[in-house]
Every structure is written in structure tokens, then in C-alpha cells.
């Protein structure tokens, strides 16, 4: 089974939250953005709740499916510059065309999503593809999202669930955090790497493989799985 090289690349302040909501940092999107580019990766990842903020949409309309909807992979773009890989396996965000910033989406759904989900990605272009009946397999998604789209390098954003899930699977090749000169101290906020504990299996262990002062007093630190 062959996949991508798997990178995740996170930001996160000195104690380790990766929620900047409140940080008021102007520069905080552009030296994210700016780091991330040099990846050239061919596509970028994240979960259902930072998709739904990019989507802007609340709602996808219902009774598209008249019946029933195989539960077979979609796609309708192999020839995109760059793809935007969705981890939503319920099926709930409200995508308003096939494109996300500029990439084609890709949902990555379970089986156990709704007919109507799947007439509705149908019915503006977005493809699809399965990744398990209730959970997802992260291995065989990236494995499908190589043979399929020859997705070779692939750029994990987040949210910290999903970091966490790349992570917790052992498919992440090198783990990126950018730390912003910032102390956040809100318990109540995650950090960039969650995993659940019933499903987390061991600390995964890394090689330091650079650190870079960049630009606003952070620091770029990235490691390589060992």
C-alpha cells in the first residue's frame, strides 16, 4: 500500500493552544499561510469544523435522493492544481460550490452518511470518497487519495482532532509547529495535537529535524517521524 508524504503543520502559541481566536495578531494568517507554501504540498486537510468555516454555508438542502445512493467513490476533478481534502464522515458541511481556496473538494466521508449528503455533493461537482462504515481508515483514505488522484504530498491543517487522528494512525512522515510569541493560559482551549483517550494508542516519538526563527519573534520548528 502506497500513500503521500504526510506533513502537519500547526500553529500554535508557547503553551501549546492552537485556537487564536483573541491573540490579535495581525500577522499570525500570512506567516501560517507563508510557511505552509513552502511545502508545495498537493493537498491540504482539515476537519469538519475549520471546512464549515471556510464553506461559509449553515445548510444543504434535503430530498435531493430520490433513492437510495451506492456507497461507491466520486471523483469529478483528477486534473485540479490542488485539492482540499474535507475529514467530515457524517456528511455536514454545507459546501456552496466544488472549490474551497481554490482547490477541488474532496469529502472524506463513512458509509453511514445521508443519501441526501451524497445527491447534494453530487449536484455541484464536489467529489467524495469513503473511508470506512462508521469510523475512518486514515490509511486506506490516503492510500485511495494517491492511487486515485496521485496525490503524492499531502499537508494536515488541522483542526487539533484531526492533526491528532493523522498523528494517533502513524501515517504522519513530519510534524511542523509554528510557535507564536504568545503564553494563551486557557485551560479550556486545545492544543494542536488531540486524541481521544479511548482511542489513543502510544506517545509517538520524533526527530528534530530543523529550527527556524521566523519572522514576529516565532520560532519554526519541524521534526521527522522516527
Not at 81 to 92: L, M
Not at 146 to 151: G, N, P, T
Not at 162 to 180: Q, R
Request: proline fraction near 4%; glycine fraction near 6%.
Amino acid at each position: 500500500m502506497s500513500k503521500p508524504h504526510i506533513v502537519c503543520h500547526m500553529m500554535s502559541s508557547i503553551d501549546g493552544r492552537s485556537l487564536t481566536d483573541g491573540w490579535n495578531l495581525d500577522y499570525a494568517t500570512d506567516l501560517y499561510e507563508n510557511t505552509a507554501a513552502t511545502f508545495e504540498a498537493d493537498a491540504w486537510v482539515c476537519g469538519r469544523v475549520t471546512m464549515q468555516e471556510i464553506s461559509h454555508g449553515t445548510d444543504y438542502p434535503k430530498g435531493l435522493a430520490s433513492a437510495p445512493v451506492p456507497r461507491t467513490d466520486r471523483f469529478t476533478n483528477r486534473d485540479a492544481s490542488q485539492y482540499a481534502i474535507s475529514i467530515d464522515p457524517h456528511g455536514k458541511v454545507a459546501w456552496q460550490s466544488d472549490t474551497a481556496l481554490k482547490s477541488h473538494v474532496v469529502e472524506v466521508l463513512s458509509e453511514a452518511v445521508s443519501d441526501d449528503y451524497l445527491a447534494y455533493l453530487q449536484s455541484i461537482g464536489v467529489s467524495y470518497l469513503f473511508g470506512g462504515k462508521h469510523e475512518l481508515d486514515l490509511a486506506a483514505v490516503v492510500d485511495t487519495l494517491q492511487r486515485e488522484l496521485k496525490i503524492d504530498k499531502l499537508i494536515v491543517e488541522g483542526g487539533s482532532h484531526v492533526c491528532g487522528a493523522f498523528v494517533n494512525a502513524g501515517i504522519v512522515d513530519e510534524v511542523s509547529v509554528l510557535l507564536v510569541p504568545i503564553v494563551d493560559g486557557r485551560c479550556e482551549h486545545p492544543s494542536s495535537f488531540e486524541i481521544a483517550m479511548d482511542r489513543w494508542t502510544a506517545p509517538t516519538s520524533l526527530a528534530l529535524k530543523s529550527v527556524n526563527k521566523a519572522a514576529h519573534g516565532a520560532v519554526w520548528l519541524r521534526y521527522t517521524k522516527t
